[in-house]
Nanobody, 124 residues
Framework: QVRLVESGGGSVQAGGSLRLSCAAS????????MGWFRQAPGKEREGVAY???????SYADSVKGRFTISRDNAKNTLYLQMNDLKPEETATYYC??????????????????WGQGTQVTVSS
């Protein structure tokens, strides 16, 4: 059974940085597509970034150049380094795992596995 546990959220001022982690267990982590999503109150969930099993990455346009997704297959852990954070990026951040298709749409489906989320609050 896939289990994902996010950590690293917190409160920062605009322009600050945070590093999120997602510890995975219960499956062959290295073979899965992994990604980060976020959801603000009253808004739809949106994809932030994802990384394929071969290390190929993709980012939402809004975070390109500021966020970096990475994975450590030896530690079964996914990361999201977030720099120059903006108040509008206040949200709950979730990691997702998908074993069959590596696209933002596939990762974002209810068929993917999801963590419980970690809160990121950016103040102006």
């Amino acid at each position: 059974q896939v289990r994902l546990v996010e950590s690293g959220g917190g409160s920062v001022q605009a322009g600050g940085s945070l590093r999120l982690s997602c510890a995975a267990s219960g499956y062959t982590y290295s073979t899965y597509c992994m990604g980060w999503f976020r959801q603000a109150p009253g808004k739809e969930r949106e994809g932030v970034a994802y990384i394929d099993s071969d290390g190929t990455t993709s980012y939402a346009d809004s975070v390109k150049g500021r966020f970096t997704i990475s994975r450590d297959n030896a530690k079964n852990t996914l990361y999201l380094q977030m720099n120059d954070l903006k108040p509008e990026e206040t949200a709950t951040y979730y990691c997702a795992a998908e074993g069959y298709s590596c696209t933002m749409v596939a990762l974002g489906s209810d068929k993917s596995s999801w963590g419980q989320g970690t809160q990121v609050t950016v103040s102006s």
